[in-house]
Protein backbone atom coordinates (compact mmCIF):
# COMPACT_ATOMS: atom_id res chain seq x y z
CA UNK A 1 0.00 0.00 0.00
CA UNK A 2 1.37 3.45 -1.16
CA UNK A 3 2.57 5.42 1.65
CA UNK A 4 3.63 8.76 2.60
CA UNK A 5 7.42 8.69 3.77
CA UNK A 6 8.96 11.09 6.16
CA UNK A 7 12.70 11.13 7.57
CA UNK A 8 13.91 11.53 10.55
CA UNK A 9 11.11 10.04 12.46
CA UNK A 10 12.68 12.04 15.68
CA UNK A 11 15.02 14.78 16.10
CA UNK A 12 16.83 16.45 19.17
CA UNK A 13 18.45 20.09 18.45
CA UNK A 14 19.22 22.65 20.54
CA UNK A 15 17.90 25.99 20.04
CA UNK A 16 19.01 28.48 17.32
CA UNK A 17 20.52 25.10 15.23
CA UNK A 18 19.08 24.51 12.13
CA UNK A 19 17.25 21.57 10.91
CA UNK A 20 15.20 19.86 7.99
CA UNK A 21 12.51 17.50 7.39
CA UNK A 22 11.94 15.95 4.40
CA UNK A 23 8.81 13.82 2.92
CA UNK A 24 8.32 12.17 -0.22
CA UNK A 25 4.31 11.78 -0.93
CA UNK A 26 2.10 8.71 -2.53
CA UNK A 27 3.26 8.79 -6.06
CA UNK A 28 1.27 10.72 -8.33
CA UNK A 29 -0.30 12.98 -5.69
CA UNK A 30 0.39 16.77 -6.78
CA UNK A 31 -0.28 18.28 -3.53
CA UNK A 32 1.35 18.31 -0.34
CA UNK A 33 0.94 19.90 2.60
CA UNK A 34 3.05 20.43 5.71
CA UNK A 35 1.51 20.74 9.14
CA UNK A 36 2.49 21.36 12.70
CA UNK A 37 0.76 19.23 15.44
CA UNK A 38 0.82 20.69 19.18
CA UNK A 39 1.10 18.12 21.87
CA UNK A 40 -2.87 17.51 22.95
CA UNK A 41 -3.95 19.96 19.83
CA UNK A 42 -5.02 19.37 16.29
CA UNK A 43 -2.68 19.86 13.11
CA UNK A 44 -2.33 23.12 11.94
CA UNK A 45 -1.10 24.50 8.34
CA UNK A 46 2.45 25.23 7.20
CA UNK A 47 2.58 24.95 3.49
CA UNK A 48 0.62 23.49 0.65
CA UNK A 49 2.16 22.72 -2.33
CA UNK A 50 0.04 21.81 -5.54
CA UNK A 51 3.14 20.80 -7.81
CA UNK A 52 5.79 22.70 -7.50
CA UNK A 53 3.87 25.97 -6.51
CA UNK A 54 3.06 27.49 -3.11
CA UNK A 55 -0.94 27.39 -2.73
CA UNK A 56 -0.58 28.50 0.86
CA UNK A 57 2.06 29.83 3.16
CA UNK A 58 -0.07 32.11 5.34
CA UNK A 59 0.56 30.51 8.20
CA UNK A 60 4.45 29.88 7.47
CA UNK A 61 6.77 32.04 10.02
CA UNK A 62 8.72 33.17 7.15
CA UNK A 63 11.57 34.44 9.48
CA UNK A 64 12.60 31.07 10.84
CA UNK A 65 11.15 28.53 8.24
CA UNK A 66 11.38 27.63 4.49
CA UNK A 67 10.01 24.87 2.46
CA UNK A 68 10.68 23.91 -0.87
CA UNK A 69 9.08 21.47 -3.48
CA UNK A 70 11.36 21.70 -6.69
CA UNK A 71 10.80 19.07 -9.18
CA UNK A 72 7.23 18.98 -7.87
CA UNK A 73 7.65 15.42 -5.84
CA UNK A 74 9.47 15.17 -2.21
CA UNK A 75 9.37 18.44 -0.09
CA UNK A 76 12.32 20.06 2.59
CA UNK A 77 11.06 21.72 5.49
CA UNK A 78 13.85 23.54 6.81
CA UNK A 79 13.71 25.92 10.65
CA UNK A 80 16.89 28.24 11.02
CA UNK A 81 17.51 28.99 13.87
CA UNK A 82 15.19 26.77 15.92
CA UNK A 83 13.22 27.83 18.89
CA UNK A 84 11.97 25.78 22.03
CA UNK A 85 8.37 26.74 20.96
CA UNK A 86 9.03 24.79 17.53
CA UNK A 87 8.62 21.21 19.81
CA UNK A 88 6.34 19.44 18.40
CA UNK A 89 5.22 16.83 15.03
CA UNK A 90 5.83 18.11 12.00
CA UNK A 91 2.92 16.17 9.40
CA UNK A 92 3.24 16.07 5.73
CA UNK A 93 0.05 14.77 3.82
CA UNK A 94 -0.85 14.71 0.07
CA UNK A 95 -3.31 14.02 -1.78
CA UNK A 96 -4.03 13.71 -5.24
CA UNK A 97 -5.83 16.48 -6.86
CA UNK A 98 -6.20 20.21 -6.51
CA UNK A 99 -9.46 22.66 -6.08
CA UNK A 100 -10.34 21.71 -2.59
CA UNK A 101 -8.75 19.68 0.38
CA UNK A 102 -9.41 16.31 -0.90
CA UNK A 103 -8.44 12.84 0.77
CA UNK A 104 -5.37 13.92 2.81
CA UNK A 105 -2.72 10.65 3.68
CA UNK A 106 -0.13 11.61 6.07
CA UNK A 107 2.88 10.24 7.16
CA UNK A 108 4.29 9.12 10.09
CA UNK A 109 5.69 12.70 11.40
CA UNK A 110 8.75 13.72 12.61
CA UNK A 111 9.01 14.65 16.05
CA UNK A 112 10.84 17.54 16.94
CA UNK A 113 12.47 18.70 20.45
CA UNK A 114 14.46 21.91 20.73
CA UNK A 115 16.41 22.15 23.91
CA UNK B 1 -14.03 31.31 19.13
CA UNK B 2 -12.11 28.54 16.72
CA UNK B 3 -13.31 27.57 13.48
CA UNK B 4 -13.77 24.09 15.40
CA UNK B 5 -14.60 22.72 18.23
CA UNK B 6 -14.38 19.22 19.33
CA UNK B 7 -14.47 17.90 23.30
CA UNK B 8 -11.50 17.02 24.21
CA UNK B 9 -12.23 13.95 26.12
CA UNK B 10 -10.98 12.03 27.55
CA UNK B 11 -14.10 9.18 26.61
CA UNK B 12 -13.62 6.10 27.94
CA UNK B 13 -16.15 3.27 27.38
CA UNK B 14 -16.70 -0.42 27.63
CA UNK B 15 -15.74 -3.07 25.11
CA UNK B 16 -18.68 -3.52 22.80
CA UNK B 17 -20.32 -0.12 23.48
CA UNK B 18 -21.35 2.56 21.08
CA UNK B 19 -19.21 5.70 20.46
CA UNK B 20 -20.21 8.46 19.80
CA UNK B 21 -17.76 11.53 18.67
CA UNK B 22 -18.74 15.20 18.19
CA UNK B 23 -17.33 18.54 16.57
CA UNK B 24 -18.93 21.68 15.82
CA UNK B 25 -17.76 24.52 13.57
CA UNK B 26 -18.72 28.14 12.76
CA UNK B 27 -17.85 28.24 8.92
CA UNK B 28 -20.64 27.68 6.79
CA UNK B 29 -18.50 27.69 3.50
CA UNK B 30 -17.06 24.15 4.91
CA UNK B 31 -17.96 21.12 2.36
CA UNK B 32 -15.19 18.95 3.22
CA UNK B 33 -15.67 16.69 6.32
CA UNK B 34 -13.37 14.35 7.36
CA UNK B 35 -12.71 11.75 10.15
CA UNK B 36 -9.08 10.79 11.18
CA UNK B 37 -7.59 7.99 13.99
CA UNK B 38 -4.76 8.81 15.35
CA UNK B 39 -2.65 6.45 17.46
CA UNK B 40 -0.26 8.01 20.13
CA UNK B 41 3.29 9.15 18.32
CA UNK B 42 1.50 8.34 14.79
CA UNK B 43 0.60 10.24 12.08
CA UNK B 44 -3.48 10.54 11.54
CA UNK B 45 -4.52 7.72 9.38
CA UNK B 46 -7.60 8.91 6.97
CA UNK B 47 -11.21 6.79 8.54
CA UNK B 48 -14.02 9.11 6.87
CA UNK B 49 -14.40 11.65 4.11
CA UNK B 50 -17.58 12.98 2.71
CA UNK B 51 -18.67 16.07 0.65
CA UNK B 52 -21.70 17.93 2.56
CA UNK B 53 -24.09 16.86 4.16
CA UNK B 54 -25.34 13.33 4.95
CA UNK B 55 -24.59 10.30 6.15
CA UNK B 56 -21.71 7.56 4.82
CA UNK B 57 -21.15 4.09 6.36
CA UNK B 58 -17.86 1.69 6.71
CA UNK B 59 -18.34 -1.09 8.33
CA UNK B 60 -18.72 -0.26 12.18
CA UNK B 61 -17.86 3.53 11.45
CA UNK B 62 -20.60 5.69 10.55
CA UNK B 63 -20.16 9.67 9.88
CA UNK B 64 -23.27 11.92 9.70
CA UNK B 65 -23.17 15.59 8.65
CA UNK B 66 -25.70 18.51 9.70
CA UNK B 67 -24.57 21.54 8.06
CA UNK B 68 -27.98 23.18 9.13
CA UNK B 69 -26.77 22.88 12.30
CA UNK B 70 -22.85 22.80 11.40
CA UNK B 71 -22.32 19.60 13.11
CA UNK B 72 -20.87 16.45 12.69
CA UNK B 73 -20.31 13.38 14.09
CA UNK B 74 -18.74 9.57 14.30
CA UNK B 75 -20.37 6.94 15.13
CA UNK B 76 -18.18 3.54 16.54
CA UNK B 77 -20.42 0.28 16.96
CA UNK B 78 -19.19 -2.52 18.61
CA UNK B 79 -15.88 -0.59 20.39
CA UNK B 80 -13.25 -2.65 20.25
CA UNK B 81 -9.79 -2.27 22.42
CA UNK B 82 -8.09 -1.20 19.04
CA UNK B 83 -9.82 1.76 18.82
CA UNK B 84 -8.22 3.42 21.43
CA UNK B 85 -6.92 6.44 19.96
CA UNK B 86 -7.51 9.89 19.59
CA UNK B 87 -10.05 11.02 16.92
CA UNK B 88 -9.00 14.31 15.00
CA UNK B 89 -12.47 15.52 12.87
CA UNK B 90 -11.05 18.00 10.11
CA UNK B 91 -12.86 19.69 7.08
CA UNK B 92 -12.99 23.03 4.99
CA UNK B 93 -13.44 24.50 1.71
CA UNK B 94 -10.10 25.22 -0.02
CA UNK B 95 -8.20 23.95 2.67
CA UNK B 96 -8.78 22.23 6.02
CA UNK B 97 -8.83 23.02 9.93
CA UNK B 98 -9.08 20.63 12.46
CA UNK B 99 -10.17 19.75 15.94
CA UNK B 100 -8.11 18.98 18.87
CA UNK B 101 -8.93 15.76 18.79
CA UNK B 102 -11.21 13.43 21.21
CA UNK B 103 -8.63 10.81 23.25
CA UNK B 104 -10.88 7.34 23.22
CA UNK B 105 -10.29 4.58 25.70
CA UNK B 106 -12.09 1.29 24.92
CA UNK B 107 -11.50 -0.83 27.84
CA UNK B 108 -11.56 -4.95 27.60
Known amino acids: ?23 DPISGHATLYWYRQILGQGPELLVQFQDESVVDDSQLPKDRFSAERLKGVDSTLKIQPAELGDSAMYLCA ?9 EQFFGPGTRLTVL | Q ?5 DPGPLSVPEGAIVSLNC ?8 YFMWYRQYSRKGPELLMYTYSSGNKEDGRFTAQVDKSSKYISLFIRDSQPSDSATYLCAMGELDMRFGAGTRLTVKP
Open chain 2, 2 to 6: KEVEQ
Open chain 1, 1 to 23: EAEVAQSPRYKITEKSQAVAFWC
Open chain 1, 94 to 102: SSFGAGGPG
Open chain 2, 24 to 31: TYSNSAFQ
